[in-house]
């Protein structure tokens, strides 16, 4: 595939509302295509794909590197600029991520609940693509790869809209995208990236149903409250990954250690990334300074409630808000809890229902937690950072919801599908 520089510029495109219908209408005559393409071709465009990002990686990093230059120029954050760049490692993790999608079963057309009923009608259901998706997201460009190829996998076109922050990595990632559909037969409408920075081309996604089916938001409170408060095309999304550990007083000290160390400093700027830190009071005195000293090796900044300042004298007492806020960076706050039900309490109180995990021995308390908190992920003796399709074996997720319809968690092939009565007879009719 030849990496010649992109030359697009968004400032040609100055009609949005003629570019975004030409755009919609181009994905629903491609979501036709796909819907009936055989899970071989689908297979083969991944691949392509897989191998197309691996072959262009030199090309893939200097279009990436203009937009960490970009970024910086404009004051990005460090944690914002560490979810645009494009390492080798997260690279060759977009190439992994497509062949595992390639490996998993094609859940299209999958017919499942067939019975026969007493007319002798068999009725089932069958598992079927929704048609077009909507993608908005920030910063990260590895989103471009996992969302056209979960999309492409379920049978549906997409439409990406990427950051203005990381237009050139992820129109660099769409060219590898397309040369794997025209390989495989297929029209390069089934993925688009929308080639404008202009925010009135999202106004204009979200409220075209007559060309998108569904729309999943994915980056800061900001963006997805305005999705969810403008859209007239149903959403998936949540609004932000508030996730705690509880290190309970059965905990074994050097797991509760190493899964909030890891919990929390891992990776910054994500979603599933620990914010609230709480530990039992009869193991805080035990289990926080050594906590505290990795922390502060680390350059995370520690704020906690009375008790934990106590116990870490060169913290920072936390104020109320600080129970509420995704810091995407690295900043922890700590509370010392006087019961398994006040760490409960707490994590419905302040949490957003994303991923909170319980350190514990006891397999009673481990039961309750996860029967108890209301969480699209709940774990046990494990680290939040695992709340990810790719750590799921979903191949790669399009995004993690936290709403209750249609789908919860991260959002792999299933989730992007949805499913259709199917009834098969033999010249049945009803009487």
């Known amino acids: 595939m030849n990496s010649q520089t992109i030359t697009k510029s968004d400032q ?17 005559r491609a979501a036709r295509e796909i819907s009936a393409a055989s899970t071989e071709t689908k297979n083969r465009a991944l691949i392509v794909i897989a191998e197309s990002l691996l072959e262009t990686e030199d090309f893939l990093k200097s279009e990436n590197a203009k937009d960490i230059a970009q970024g910086r120029k404009n004051g990005l954050s460090q944690a914002l600029l560490d979810r645009l760049e494009l390492t080798s490692e997260r690279i060759s993790g977009m190439a992994e991520g497509l062949r595992q999608i390639a490996a998993l079963a094609d859940p299209v057309g999958e017919i499942t609940d067939l019975k026969y009923q007493p007319s002798g009608i068999q009725v089932g259901q069958m598992r079927v693509a929704f048609g077009v998706i909507g993608i908005i997201y920030e910063s990260r460009p590895n989103v471009t790869a996992d969302a056209a190829g979960l999309c492409l996998k379920s049978g549906n076109a997409c439409i990406l809209r990427g950051g203005s922050e ?17 390989k495989a037969g297929l029209s390069p409408d089934v993925v688009q990236v929308l080639e404008t920075t202009d925010r009135n081309a999202v106004g204009r ?22 999705v969810s408060n403008e859209a007239t095309v149903p959403v998936i999304k949540h609004l932000d990954g508030i996730c705690h550990v509880y ?75 600080d129970w509420e806020i995704e810091y995407l960076a690295p900043i922890l706050s700590i509370r010392v809890v006087e019961s398994f039900e006040q760490a409960i309490d707490h994590i419905e109180a302040h949490g957003s229902h994303h991923t909170d995990t319980i350190v514990t021995e006891n397999i009673t308390r481990a039961r309750d937690f996860i029967r108890q908190v209301d969480s699209s992920s709940v774990m046990v003796n494990a680290s939040t950072r695992f709340a990810d399709g790719f750590e799921y074996g979903l191949g790669a997720e399009i995004g993690i919801s936290t709403d209750k319809l249609h789908v919860r968690g991260p959002v792999g092939l299933e989730g992007l599908t949805t499913k259709k009565y199917v009834v098969f007879g033999d010249g049945h009719i009803r009487t």
């Not at 990381?166 to 025209?182: D, E, F, R």
Request: net charge positive; aromatic share 4%.
């Open 12 to 28: 040609k495109i100055s009609d949005i509302d003629s570019y975004m219908s030409s755009v919609g209408a181009k994905a629903r």
């Open 166 to 182: 990381a237009l050139l990595s992820n129109l660099a990632i769409a060219k590898c995208v397309h040369h794997g559909l025209i």
């Open 205 to 226: 996604l979200i409220t075209m149903p007559e060309y998108v089916d569904i729309i999943v938001p994915r980056g800061g409170k900001g963006l997805i409250e305005r």
């Open 247 to 321: 290190i309970d007083r059965f905990a074994d000290k050097e797991k509760a250690v190493n899964i909030a160390f890891n919990s929390k400093t891992q990776r910054y700027g994500t979603c599933n990334t620990m914010e609230t830190l709480l530990v039992h009071q009869q193991v805080a005195a035990l289990i926080l300074p050594v906590l505290g000293d990795l922390f502060k090796k680390e350059g995370v900044e520690l704020r906690g409630c009375a008790r934990s300042c106590e116990i870490l004298k060169a913290i920072s007492p936390a104020q109320d808000e």
